[in-house]
Structure formats: C-alpha cells, structure tokens
C-alpha cells in the first residue's frame, strides 16, 4: 500500500500565483518524519523540511510553508508569490524509524511548472 | 566538501552486461540506502544497509545486489542489465535519530540499457 500520496501529478501556474501542494501519508506509528524534498531541473535532490509527528505547529521559511495536520494525515507545502526557480519535482516523503531501519517512502511527486 | 558521492554519473550498458554502482559518505552515518527513480513513481527503494554488516531488500530488489564494504561504501550490482532498469539511481546515507536526523543524496546516476 502507497504510504505517501500525492494526488496532484501536474501544477503550471504563472509566476506570482500561490502553489499549494498536497501530501497524505498513512501509517500506524505514532512517532514519524515527514519530509519534503525539491528536484530542479538538474536532478538533484534538495531537503526542504523535517517535521515529527509531534510537533504539529505550522513553519514558514520565506516564500514557503507547511501546514502538518495529524488529525487529516496531511503535511500540504505551499509557495507563496511562486517564481521560475520554483519549477521542479516536489516530493513528499514519510520515515517510521519505529519499524527497525530508518527507510524513506516517497511519494510519486508533483512536477510544478511556473510560467514567466 | 562532506556528502555522498555517486559513480558514475552516466552509463550505457547493453542487455545483459553487468556492472557495479559506487556509492561513498564520508559523514560516518550508519545507514544507506539504494533507490531507483521512475517517472511518475517517485523514488522507491531498492536495498538498504541499517548498518555496516546488514543489508536488507527494499521494494524493488530483483535483479540487484549489493554490497556494504564497510562503514562508507555500499555498491548497487546489476549482474544482467535489462532494459527495465533504465532509470536514474540515488544513493543515500542517513544517521539515527538525532537532532539532525536527515537523509543525503547523491548527485544521482542516469543508467540506460538498450
């Protein structure tokens, strides 16, 4: 069974529009990590956040912020003012170190295209 | 500069040749990790090594093997290339909980088999 969904395969915004994106997760621990990666154009991958199943207050970092809602099993990440740079694969990610290893699930990722 | 270092970056190989992904830290994290990367599926897990010594399957194991040399390096063997493992490959190492629990990427490796 998928442990992370990302239900939203594509987004194209013009640039300045906001960009909200989703991530469900599903697990049966009640201690986790969640994660959000970016994937630009050049491949690489690039940590964006970590939060822990306890700690549900929403963070901001400049443009971008995450809203953790345990009761939903939701971690949305939204871009705010969204520029071309943004352009990228995002994925979301669940860890469930409870279960022995400290493997990473990622979801199938939402490719955002921002439009000049 | 400290991070996970993947070789090659880019391979063609024929079906049914061989060949050995490299993967080193030099962070003394104690897990790593092999994940294929597909379009629209995300990166799924291929094997994994919790520590040095151990190595587990993960999602995808068939027609993969690895190997943890030692504490930094954990290779990706394909024994007979096939062309559905075409895909782009990322090694990865992370540490126990810990203030800094976190997970680092390689630069990835394109592999193409025709």
């Not at chain 1, 964006?48 to 443009?63: K, P």
């Not at chain 1, 170190?97 to 400290?102: E, I, K, T, V, W």
């Not at chain 2, 559905?84 to 203030?99: G, I, K, P």
Request: glycine share 6%; hydrophobic share 30%.
């Amino acid at each position: 069974a998928q442990k992370v969904t990302q239900a939203q395969t594509e987004i194209s915004v013009v640039e300045k529009e906001d960009v909200t994106l989703d991530c469900v997760y599903e697990t049966r621990d009640t201690t986790y990590y969640l994660f959000w990666y970016k994937q630009p154009p050049s491949g690489e991958l690039v940590f964006l956040i970590r939060r822990n199943s306890f700690d549900e207050q929403n963070e901001i970092s400049g443009r971008y912020s995450w809203n953790f809602q345990k009761s939903t099993s939701s971690f949305n990440f939204t871009i705010t003012a969204s520029q071309v740079v943004d352009s990228a694969v995002y994925f979301c990610a669940l860890s469930e170190p409870s279960l022995g290893d400290y493997k990473l699930s990622f979801g199938a990722g939402t490719t955002v295209t921002v439009r000049a | 500069n400290a991070g996970v270092t993947q070789t090659p970056k880019f391979q063609v190989l024929k079906t049914g040749q061989s060949m050995t992904l490299q993967c080193a830290q030099d962070m003394n994290h104690n897990s790593m990790y092999w994940y294929r990367q597909d379009p629209g599926m995300g990166l799924r897990l291929i094997y994994y090594s919790a520590s040095e010594g151990t190595t587990d399957k993960g999602e995808v194991p068939n027609g993969y093997n690895v190997s943890r040399l030692n504490k930094r390096e954990f290779s990706l063997r394909l024994e007979s290339a096939a062309p559905s493992q075409t895909s782009v490959y990322f090694c990865a190492s992370s540490e126990a909980l810990n203030t800094n629990y976190g997970y680092t990427f390689g630069s990835g490796t394109r592999l193409t088999v025709v």
